[in-house]
Structures are given as structure tokens and as C-alpha cells.
């Protein structure tokens, strides 16, 4: 079957740096996705990868290794509105998305 | 970037009565829209894919004759939740792809139906 798993929980403080993982099994690969959503709000679009290593975008990257089902979301600077879930989603190879079940990220003073 | 919008934001209506969902791309052509739903605390459930001028793709365990899909245009989907009662309450998104090949889904703001 197909899975996607991502820590449910983690905490961090203001100004630290986080790196939240995501490990995948799917059938076929179109690239990976990382949204952000707030409580009560659709999940926003915070990068895409499709080729291995890493794409920086602001005080985020995210990092990709196919070969080993593997990637990671950096938060850096961390600031209070970063506490929000952050959803992991690989592209099958029938072009739909594959969710993680999102890791909630709580930021500290 | 890519807009998608949906309307309405928020909806209260009935038990028994149904509600249409639209979902449109602002600034783009979506061949193909998705249409999901979440529950609190709980990632999107994808519930059907939705390609223009064709049937839905329903995923399994999806009432395909409770939850309506049309997508008359490139621009628009609509999702029909007929005879809507109280557990039919959630957050109902929509995301569209920009052609045929392409990888980034945008989504929309989500629309929240409470069904009394």
C-alpha cells in the first residue's frame, strides 16, 4: 500500500531552527509537496521537490532523497506564526496526491 | 501565483436540503479539480477527482450520488452534497491542476458546511 509518515508532534522555540521529516512508500513518484495549514484553514503550498537534494525558499527549505523515500522541511528563524501542522504529499504516478497525516508544529517564546 | 477560489466560505443550512459547492480558477485553466474533505485533527481525504467535460473519479467509500461533481468548464467544479445530514459536516476543499502534466495542485481556501 501506499504511506506517508511524518512525526504527529513537535515543539520548538522562537528563533531555533526545526526540521521536520517525512518518509514515503508510494506507487510511483511525481514529487513531493509540503503545505502548511493553520488551524481552520485550507493547507497553503510551501514547496515542491521532484529531483534529490535541497530547495531553499526564504527561511524554509526542503530537502528530497528518492532513493530513500526521505525528505525534510527546515523552518529557520522560527517565528510564533510558524506554529501551524505542516503536511507532507507525494505525487503518485496516477498524478494524485498522497497525504501524510501532517506534523503540528507548536512554537515556544 | 494561481488563484482557486470557492464559494461559499461557510454554509448553514438543514438536514435534507443540499448544498452546491463552486470551486474556480481565477487565472488559469484546470483541466482537472480535487475535491477534498477534512476532518478536525485529520489530513484531507481526497473524495474525487474531478475532469473537465467527464464523469468524476470517485474514491472508494465516496457516495457518488450524494456528493455530485460536475466541471462544466475549465475554470470551474461544482460539488453538490444532496440531502445533507449533520455527519456531513466539514471542511470541504477543491485544489486544481494547471494542465494535464502539471505537478503543483493550488488550493482553495476551503468551504464549511454545518449541516443542522
Known amino acids: 500500500g501506499q504511506n506517508i509518515d511524518q512525526p504527529t508532534e513537535m515543539t520548538a522555540t522562537e528563533g531555533a531552527i526545526v526540521q521536520i521529516n517525512c518518509t514515503y512508500q508510494?506507487?510511483?513518484?511525481?514529487?513531493l509537496f509540503w503545505y502548511q495549514q493553520h488551524a481552520g484553514e485550507a493547507p497553503t503550498f510551501l514547496s515542491y521537490?521532484?529531483l534529490d537534494g535541497l530547495e531553499e525558499k526564504g527561511r524554509f527549505s526542503s530537502f528530497l532523497s528518492r532513493s530513500k523515500g526521505y525528505s525534510y522541511l527546515l523552518l529557520k528563524e522560527l517565528q510564533m506564526k510558524d506554529s501551524a501542522s505542516y503536511l507532507c504529499?507525494?505525487?503518485?504516478?496516477?498524478?494524485?496526491?498522497?497525504w501524510g497525516a501532517g506534523t503540528k508544529l507548536i512554537i515556544k517564546p | 501565483g494561481a488563484v482557486v477560489s470557492q464559494h461559499p466560505s461557510r454554509v448553514i443550512c438543514k438536514s435534507g436540503t443540499s448544498v452546491k459547492i463552486e470551486c474556480r480558477s481565477l487565472?488559469?485553466?484546470?483541466?482537472?479539480m480535487f475535491w477534498y474533505r477534512q476532518f478536525p485533527k485529520q489530513s484531507l481525504m481526497l473524495m474525487a477527482t474531478?475532469?473537465?467535460?467527464?464523469?468524476?473519479?470517485?474514491e472508494q467509500g465516496v457516495e457518488k450520488d450524494k456528493f455530485l461533481i460536475n466541471h462544466a468548464s475549465l475554470t470551474l467544479s461544482t460539488l453538490t452534497v444532496t440531502s445533507a445530514h449533520p455527519e456531513d459536516s466539514s471542511f470541504y476543499i477543491c485544489?486544481?491542476?494547471?494542465?494535464?502534466?502539471?505537478?503543483?495542485?493550488?488550493f482553495g481556501p476551503g468551504t464549511r458546511l454545518l449541516v443542522l
Open positions: 504529499a507525494v505525487m503518485d504516478s496516477n498524478y494524485q496526491l498522497i
Open positions: 474531478s475532469n473537465e467535460g467527464s464523469k468524476a473519479t470517485y
Open positions: 485544489s486544481a491542476n494547471a494542465g494535464t502534466s502539471s505537478e503543483t495542485q493550488y
Open positions: 521537490n521532484v
Open positions: 508510494t506507487s510511483g513518484f511525481n514529487g
Open positions: 487565472d488559469f485553466q484546470a483541466t482537472t
